[in-house]
């Protein structure tokens, strides 16, 4: 089955962090552009960070550079952001994508607050 499903959100103070994951199946994930995105409640969904095939170019949205890390694992099929120094605008549900597949995941929530 083609799919992603992400993983690894929760709740976290103002200033933590977390790492969540996706993970793709059913079809040659390592040769596809990956993307992660996010919907903040009554906002529109926006592009956070895109990686190509072999991770040699990395592009964040200018409000997480310097906090947010994307990377992947391909012998895994795995995807990954690592999020630090979170602030409570970044709440949002975050969204795994496969741009050249029209394929997302199903989300996973991130809240940050005290």
């Known amino acids: 089955q083609v799919q992603l499903v992400e993983s690894g959100g929760g709740l976290v103070q103002p200033g933590g962090s977390l790492r969540v994951s996706c993970a793709a199946s059913?079809?040659?994930?390592?040769?596809?552009?990956m993307g992660w995105y996010r919907q903040a409640p009554g906002k529109e969904r926006e592009l956070v960070a895109i990686i190509n095939s072999d991770s040699t170019i990395i592009t964040l949205e200018d409000s997480v550079k310097g906090r947010f890390t994307l990377s992947r694992d391909n012998g895994k099929n795995l995807l990954y952001l690592q999020m630090n120094s979170l602030k409570p605008e970044d709440t949002a549900v975050y969204y795994c994508?496969?741009?050249?597949?029209?394929?997302w995941g199903p989300g996973t929530q991130l809240t940050v607050s005290s």
């Open positions: 059913g079809f040659a994930f390592s040769y596809y552009l």
């Open positions: 994508n496969a741009p050249a597949l029209g394929l």
